[in-house]
């Protein structure tokens, strides 16, 4: 029985001015893997869930003020009966079945989110929107300097820069441009690698990433 062949997946690396310097080889398991459309959904689906704050209230006809004595008699005016000011029929009464406080948080397993990341990562990388940055070290702040480099490497919108730490200089020069979003190689998740067309790894940012994902 002949043993299967293991797969040589590699990832672009590029200079600051934009030119193709070479290969790296990669996991295959973290830019080769099934991609699972059930499971990006719902990666998706419970990042955005983790992110509402849940804070919305209206107050019912226990909360708001108003006189709980009745308005008219019971019978004889010809009109409907009707109790408190506080209904939620009447102008300034209370809400009926408004929204409440509540915790929107889905929690989703470590391996539903690994396999997830794993097959949008894998998704990028096949329709070649992964690039490897050689270096990236700014001697001072400067918003010209990231931009002049994404217009090297054809990546000027929608790009998420990824790197181990991203240092303060990077992060104050990048902060201004809509069309890039720094991101932490640890904290990396399925969403956002979804929702941007271009990923930008730093060296040190891969390392990282492969690193925590085993």
């Not at 097959?119 to 300097?145: P, V, Y």
């Not at 991101?183 to 399925?190: G, P, T, V, W």
Request: aromatic share 4%; net charge positive; proline share 3%.
């Amino acid at each position: 029985m002949k043993k299967a062949v293991k797969k040589k997946v590699t990832l672009p690396i590029f200079s600051r001015a934009g030119e193709k310097v070479g290969d790296v080889e990669v996991t295959e398991a973290l830019f080769a893997a099934e991609v699972k459309p059930h499971l990006l959904h719902t990666a998706a689906e419970a990042y955005l869930a983790n992110q509402r704050q849940g804070t919305t209230w209206t107050k019912t006809r226990s909360e708001v003020s108003g006189s709980t004595a009745k308005l008219f008699r019971q019978k004889g005016t010809g009109r409907a009966r009707a109790g408190s000011r506080r209904s939620p029929t009447r102008v300034g009464g209370g809400a009926a079945f408004g929204p409440q406080p509540r915790d929107y948080r889905r929690r989703l397993p470590k391996k539903v989110r690994r396999q997830a990341l794993c097959g949008a990562l894998s998704s990028r990388a096949a329709a070649g929107d992964i690039r490897i940055l050689e270096s990236l070290e700014l001697e001072k702040i400067s918003t010209k300097a990231v931009v002049a480099l994404l217009e090297a490497l054809g990546l000027e919108e929608d790009v998420l820069l990824i790197t181990d730490t991203p240092s303060e200089v990077l992060r104050k020069s990048a902060r201004n441009l809509r069309g890039l979003m720094l991101a932490r190689a640890e904290e990396l998740n399925a969403y956002e690698v979804m929702r941007h067309h271009h990923l930008l790894f730093t060296k040190e940012g891969l390392s990282r990433l492969q690193e925590v994902m085993g």
